[in-house]
């Protein structure tokens, strides 16, 4: 998801491959073919949930893929997630708070940081949240789906957060290769709401009928804990993308 938009920002600046054409798993591989160039790092196992029956297969890629990525290339702009932290502050993150990955999710993402750091001193960490883009399963469209099939859904109203357009996180991370910045830096949709109100905008946007209610976090289990605030912002001058309502519109013309 992330991937592709990254690609279509890069042009022809840019190269990438795909999971089939390296598996950042291999240590080999990804120095043969990354060969001391600059890499916008999109790859990572993302399932937050399968990650707590997997945590071995998480850290593969998220802490030892990365390493070798780091390792490999010049300078890596690697990207990370909310999940390093609790949710538990009340108002957003910046990026000097202290991490405390709640899920093994977010402990894999964390040691892909260090590591990345640790091999690549001049690399950016950016951390991100709610992404949401073409080419991959998202929010956006597991929402118009559900609101298409049922006409109902019920969302959870507790935990909050900053959706981010892939389509305007890939310019800033082009932007952040060809650039100087090193360390972590937090960009995401500029603006925060709930997952439920997140799905009323889609629902309003997308024109649908759809019986919508809130419900709370312990009413919808998971696996993996979710942390309820995901709220980022940056102290350190990080590129703002534009409002998370902007991102939606222009998702939304996409897909149409």
Not at 91 to 113: F, H, I, Q, T
Not at 187 to 196: F, T
Not at 227 to 237: D, F, I, K, M, Q
Request: aromatic share 6%; charged share 20%; with cysteine.
């Amino acid at each position: 998801m992330l991937g592709q938009d990254v690609l279509r920002a890069a042009g022809d600046r840019g190269v990438g491959l795909t999971r089939a054409e390296l598996d950042v798993t291999d240590a080999a591989a990804v120095a043969e073919a990354v060969g001391g160039a600059t890499v916008i790092n999109c790859a990572g196992y993302t399932d937050v949930d399968g990650a707590e029956a997997d945590p071995e297969t998480a850290h593969a890629v998220n802490e030892r893929g990365a390493r070798n990525v780091a390792e490999a290339a010049a300078r890596v702009i690697h990207v990370s997630t909310d999940y390093v932290f609790d949710g538990t502050k009340p108002g957003a993150y910046v990026e000097s708070d202290p991490v405390n990955p709640l899920s093994a999710y977010g402990r894999s993402k964390l040691a892909g940081e260090r590591a990345t750091l640790t091999a690549s001193p001049h690399s950016v960490i950016v951390r991100t949240s709610w992404l949401f883009g073409a080419g991959g399963r998202n929010f956006v469209e597991t929402m118009l789906r559900r609101g298409e099939e049922h006409g109902q859904a019920k969302v959870v109203d507790d935990q909050v957060g900053c959706p981010t357009f892939t389509g305007h996180l890939a310019e800033a991370l082009v932007g952040l290769a060809e650039g100087h910045e090193h360390g972590f830096l937090h960009v995401a949709g500029s603006g925060a709401c709930s997952w439920y109100e997140f799905a009323q905008a889609i629902f309003d946007r997308a024109g649908m009928d759809v019986e919508l209610d809130p419900c709370s976090t312990a009413e919808f289990p998971r696996p993996a804990p979710r942390p309820a605030n995901s709220v980022l912002t940056s102290e350190r001058g990080a590129p703002q993308l534009p409002a998370w309502q902007e991102g939606l519109d222009a998702y939304l013309g996409v897909r149409a």
